[in-house]
């Protein structure tokens, strides 16, 4: 079954001046015009290509890739506004069109936004929305405190991040667990902290407990080493202090020179931490 929006691998059925005509099944022949016709697609008597409509709603087959197909969130830049809506630059010469009713908020041209591409089915033509919430599972979450996941950050608030996990549930990083630069457009690992009862879900940056301590501890190290040995920071020292030193926060902090203590790798100074051996 040919899909529009997506990849699809497709027999040429005849050529023409214009390029050739591949077999869309139930959609007909669909052309793939001149410019993307090689040698090895005629020797092949198929060809892998993208299906969409062109300005004058005509299905067409393409050798480039977007950026985002039919089912996928991506974020995206906006290179226009008219009266029908937004258009964002997808990677191919047509524009992605978010329509006024698809916008959270009034798009604006020059900013990036994360949205979700589909088909309309009406119209066959692909557009976007940044109505991320219709397009998530709405089904009860399965997710188990600490498992890792991957989160895309949408939206800062006042709280904290909304997040999009694993790209299908929403969920709230909060801001008093950010103890490193994140911005609205990034993806990364993160680990979930709770299913509340309502099934909204809370993730964290670093893994829970005494699990994230290793990976601290060995920075630590490395910065005792590239300062002599020595750091004028202590479990005393304020958390501002910390996380500008070590992007993480006190109790981290506190647990990871605990370990390197216990191992004998450090000493506690009156006036900060010392380097007393090696791993």
Request: hydrophobic fraction near 40%.
């Amino acid at each position: 079954m040919t899909e529009i929006g997506k990849i699809n691998t497709l027999p040429i059925v005849r050529e023409t001046a214009n390029g050739v005509y591949l077999d869309g099944g139930d959609l007909g022949e669909i052309l793939m015009p001149q410019k993307f016709v090689s040698d090895e697609h005629k020797n092949a008597g198929e060809a892998e290509v993208f299906i969409y409509t062109d300005s004058e709603d005509r299905l067409v087959a393409t050798t480039e890739k977007p950026l985002a197909m039919v089912g996928e969130f991506a974020y995206l830049e906006v290179k226009a506004v008219t009266k029908v809506g937004a258009f964002l630059d997808w990677g191919l010469p047509k524009d992605l069109l978010v329509p006024f009713s698809e916008q959270k908020q009034r798009m604006e041209t020059g900013r990036h936004y994360w949205v979700y591409v589909y088909l309309d089915l009406l119209t066959r033509r692909i557009a976007a929305s940044s109505k991320l919430h219709k397009y998530l599972d709405n089904t009860p979450p399965e997710y188990k405190p600490g498992q890792e996941v991957k989160v895309i950050i949408t939206e800062k608030t006042d709280i904290g991040y909304k997040v999009i996990i694993n790209r299908e549930h929403s969920g709230i990083l909060y801001k008093n667990q950010v103890f490193r630069e994140i911005h609205a457009g990034m993806e990364t690992t993160a680990y979930i902290s709770k299913v509340r009862n309502d099934e909204k879900i809370d993730v964290i940056l670093d893994k829970p407990g005494y699990k994230k301590v290793d990976p601290v501890t060995g920075d630590i190290l490395e910065k005792l080493k590239a300062n002599n040995g020595f750091m004028a920071v202590s479990d005393k020292s304020s958390p501002e202090m910390i996380k500008a030193l070590f992007g993480i926060s006190k109790k981290t902090f506190k647990q990871a020179v605990g370990a390197l203590y216990k191992k004998r790798l450090i000493a506690f100074d009156s006036d900060g931490i010392r380097l007393i051996g090696e791993e």
